[in-house]
């Protein structure tokens, strides 16, 4: 009788567009119910209603009012939470295939059917790539997924690896090699074999792309300076502009280094072969002839050559390292003439840390966490690794040839692919400024300080670089951490920019070929200068791809490593050990914090902190937590934590502090 009804679909309408509607993010809750965040308002969404959403999707709605309370009625979907996921396959009770998403705050199981391009047999748990088909808001009844791509068994060790590169949809596979690798170049190369290039690098290393020798300038038999220099191993010899590898390499970006091994930008009969700088084998290569006085300071123009080179021998850097740290029954050279290279590079690497302490900046020491993982994917143990002399040594070197790079690129072929960093971001610059006097209130004069930490200075490099070196010696990590939240991303641009971070007025990579494409294209510019050839301006969609390349490459590190951090202490929750933690993020939720013994990720929830939650206020701007007023906890703090829950599926550890 009712049905078509003009009047009452009339009917409907008007009610429906007397009601108020609004557009926000779903959240769901650990109950049924759940949340619409809009800008400035949350609505409850009700157990029924949430049956027709997912976590995460934007959608318009209309409010409704229940008693007292405005609740939201979905109505219509704006973007969906889900496209392609990752997920684990289910078998409800019927036998029925499902998927379970990879998501903590989604967990509701989705009907699937399998794509017939997914030959394998599914088995619960499996681990595989879906898409959403349908979605209730879309004109369909219930949501559904198809499975495009199996990615692992459940019980496979390597999940972690597997899983996060498929999410980030980053191939786990070596690049597909030729058939052969003629020499491209034709142009001339020197022959630099007689001199006693040496590599340093891990004992495991085998794609070695840079070498090193080093002479002292003598004038009026007293030493003047230093002669340095740089070979990089030079795959652009042998990769044709458009072949596959090229497109592979443009694509990948990076060599991608996990956990356990690597995934190669190259093939690695190239990366780990025909290129890599392998001791007593004759590689092409392109150097760089640096020369500086005893300061360090560069005192002539830099020289690039193609030449062919030949290193003398392969150290290991804690070997390097224990020789001149004069370690008990360390290693020792096998040569005078490999001593007396060590022993150049060390008193060069002095001058230059001088050098860059006085004009650039260095790095924040910090140490990096190593995994020492079992043949079966398994973690046996976790490592903090500071960086010793030798890689001090290596590291400077490849600095200081990237400054030289740079500086080339700029004034011979007017482009290149340029590191950059713009210091505070603009929107900030007033808050940078502000925060700065507050926190050196105490250090001087006030109006001396506003005018050596204004807006105007802290924009330029100089300023920033003052500003950096006046902080140093505080050796406050709040003030570290603090700033950090004002500055911009580092930036990879056609033409040459300072690089506030290293405290340089112009900043190159070509020091690592065989690992970053950035580098591949600016050794084909250097050779195009000279060779007198056209130098080609790197197009912009090219350096979109290196910051996204540079971005996923540094999620897929961290994801992977949260699990195995995850897995890890796992096995120590029983025993409830206590560890070291800074402070790395204050919230409202609780404190985020690093365990400095093993560099796991932890949180404290602030139910943990304090019983009342009205008695905690947190400062989103100072980043600090205060209870009762009194503020008990910033940014940079290090306190003592106690472990008490990991949760794999979520890949969270749980503590609290003692």
Not at 426 to 454: C, I, P, V, W
Not at 473 to 501: C, I, Q, V
């Amino acid at each position: 009788m009712f049905q078509n009804n003009p009047l009452l679909s009339q009917l409907k309408q008007q009610i429906r567009d007397s009601k108020q509607q609004v557009e926000g993010i779903v959240k769901s809750s650990d109950k049924a119910f759940g949340f619409l965040e809009c800008d400035k308002k949350s609505y409850f969404i009700p157990p029924a209603a949430m049956k027709k959403v997912m976590h995460g999707d934007k959608i318009k709605a209309l409010i409704d009012v229940v008693g007292e309370k405005e609740q939201a009625e979905p109505d219509a979907l704006i973007e969906p939470m889900l496209t392609r996921f990752i997920a684990r396959v289910r078998f409800n009770k019927d036998k029925k295939l499902q998927v379970l998403v990879d998501h903590p705050q989604i967990n509701q199981p989705i009907g699937a059917a399998q794509n017939k391009s997914v030959q394998e047999t599914l088995q619960e748990g499996d681990w595989v790539v879906a898409t959403l088909k349908t979605h209730p808001l879309r004109d369909d009844r219930f949501f559904f997924a198809q499975i495009q791509q199996f990615i692992c068994r459940a019980e496979d060790e390597f999940a972690p690896w597997w899983v996060t590169l498929a999410r980030h949809q980053q191939s786990r596979y070596p690049v597909q090699g030729l058939s052969a690798y003629p020499m491209l170049d034709q142009h001339d190369r020197e022959t630099l074999t007689d001199l006693y290039f040496v590599t340093i690098d891990a004992a495991t290393t085998k794609d070695m792309d840079d070498a090193l020798y080093i002479e002292p300038i003598h004038q009026d038999n007293q030493q003047v300076g230093w002669r340095l220099v740089v070979a990089i191993a030079d795959p652009t010899a042998y990769i044709p502009l458009d072949s596959p590898i090229e497109a592979e390499a443009k694509q990948r970006c990076f060599t991608n280094y996990l956990p356990g091994f690597n995934i190669p930008m190259l093939p690695p009969e190239l990366s780990d072969e025909r290129c890599s700088l392998m001791q007593d084998e004759i590689r092409p290569a392109l150097v760089c002839y640096i020369e500086t006085d005893l300061a360090g300071t560069t005192s002539k123009m830099p020289r690039f050559v193609s030449a062919y080179v030949q290193s003398k021998a392969k150290l290991v850097y804690d070997q390097v390292s224990d020789y001149l740290e004069k370690v008990a029954d360390g290693w020792q050279p096998e040569n005078a003439q490999i001593a007396q290279q060590i022993e150049w590079l060390h008193q060069f690497t002095q001058a230059r840390i001088d050098w860059r302490r006085q004009h650039s900046l260095l790095f924040k020491e910090k140490p990096d966490y190593a995994f020492i993982l079992a043949d079966n994917g398994k973690v046996n143990a976790i490592e903090a690794k500071y960086r010793r002399i030798a890689n001090q040594m290596v590291e400077e070197c490849m600095i200081l040839a990237n400054i030289c790079a740079a500086h080339y690129l700029d004034e011979q072929a007017k482009c290149g692919i340029f590191n950059t960093h713009s210091g505070f971001d603009k929107k900030f610059l007033d808050n940078a400024h502000q925060f700065l006097l507050n926190q050196l209130s105490n250090e001087g004069n006030q109006t001396a300080l506003a005018e050596r930490y204004s807006v105007e200075n802290l924009a330029t490099l100089d300023g920033y670089c003052q500003m950096r070196h006046d902080i140093e010696p505080l050796n406050s990590d709040y003030l570290e951490l603090r700033l950090r939240r004002f500055l911009t991303f580092a930036e990879f641009k056609a033409e040459m920019a300072p690089h506030f971070g290293l405290g340089l007025s112009g900043y190159a990579t070509w020091t690592s070929p065989i690992r970053k494409y950035s580098d591949m294209v600016n050794h084909r510019l250097i050779k195009a200068v000279l060779t007198q050839q056209p130098c080609e301006k790197p197009h912009d969609e090219l350096l979109v791809r290196l910051q996204e390349a540079r971005r996923q490459n540094r999620l897929v590190e961290r994801d992977i490593a949260d699990w195995l951090y995850c897995r890890y202490l796992a096995t120590q929750v029983e025993e409830k050990p206590i560890f070291q933690a800074e402070i790395q993020d204050v919230m409202r939720g609780g404190l985020r914090v690093q365990l400095l013994a093993n560099g796991a990720p932890m949180f404290i929830p602030a139910s943990l902190l304090h019983d009342n939650k009205e008695e905690i206020q947190v400062s989103t701007d100072a980043l600090t937590l205060s209870i009762q007023g009194e503020v008990k906890y910033k940014i940079g703090d290090v306190i003592q934590v106690q472990l008490l829950e990991v949760k794999e599926e979520t890949r969270s550890i749980i503590g609290k502090i003692c």
